[in-house]
């Protein structure tokens, strides 16, 4: 299976430190965010993936390279104007002629992308979209009615949501579904479940972060660091 990493964004959020640093390649402790997306996908058995590139794409090149140094086949998609998540995949639809993934290069996680897989193969989908579970505890009691009765109290329940975490396993068929300049969120995923496609959501409660505020990349940026110094120390 082939992997697309999506890395032409700007990061206008991340600013300042966007302003000469594509925000994939924001350090984290000693090594770019994208190296840990990419570590991810070689850990998964990935040994191909294309990056769609933009902003700043120059030293995103030139660090990665063709992809040898970490083991894998590297290849890049430049784009000379904003394509959308759904549209910078369209210059490489000759090139994914089976089931391929599709990362941000700009999100921390520790999903299991071979479970994911599996979970696709499994479910025979059209699309899978990695979902990571939220819980956001209410501070109130709450009362479930039927039909104005009350049947239930639950105290301070947890309220769970599934984020989208940006992790998607398409079907090469989705080229179908994609018009230039579309998002995936907004376009492409309304389109699939009109058509009554088999798009199926692989949960996961592990660790997952978009680092797009200062805030969130300074935290974990400090944590990784961290950690290496502690490593270091043994």
């Not at 590297?74 to 599709?102: C, H, N, R, W």
């Not at 301070?156 to 995936?184: L, S, T, W």
Request: aromatic letters at 12%; hydrophobic letters at 40%; a positive charge.
């Amino acid at each position: 299976m082939k992997a697309v990493v999506l890395c032409g964004g700007k990061g206008t959020r991340l600013r300042p430190y966007t302003y000469t640093i594509p925000k994939p390649m924001l350090p984290l402790g000693k090594k770019p965010i994208l190296s840990y997306v990419l570590a991810s996908l070689k850990s998964a058995g990935i040994k191909e993936a294309y990056l769609t590139v933009g902003y700043l794409h120059e030293q995103i090149k030139d660090y990665f390279g063709d992809g040898k140094k970490i083991g894998m086949k590297l290849s890049y998609s430049v784009e000379t104007e904003e394509l959308g998540t759904a549209g910078s995949l369209l210059p490489l639809q000759d090139k994914l002629k089976e089931s391929f993934i599709v990362m941000m290069g700009d999100h921390f996680s520790n999903l299991n992308i071979k479970e994911m897989i599996a979970f696709h193969k499994k479910k025979q989908a059209f699309a899978t979209i990695a979902l990571n579970r939220k819980g956001v505890p209410l501070e109130y009691g709450v009362a479930d009615l039927e039909e104005e009765r009350i049947i239930r109290f639950r105290e301070k329940p947890i309220v769970q949501n599934f984020v989208n975490a940006g992790v998607y396993i398409f079907e090469p068929q989705i080229f179908n579904y994609i018009r230039p300049k579309e998002d995936f969120a907004t376009h492409v995923f309304p389109r699939l479940l009109e058509s009554k496609l088999p798009v199926y959501g692989f949960v996961f409660s592990d660790y997952w972060l978009d680092i797009g505020r200062t805030t969130d990349y300074e935290q974990i940026n400090t944590y990784i660091s961290i950690i290496e110094l502690v490593n270091k120390a043994k």
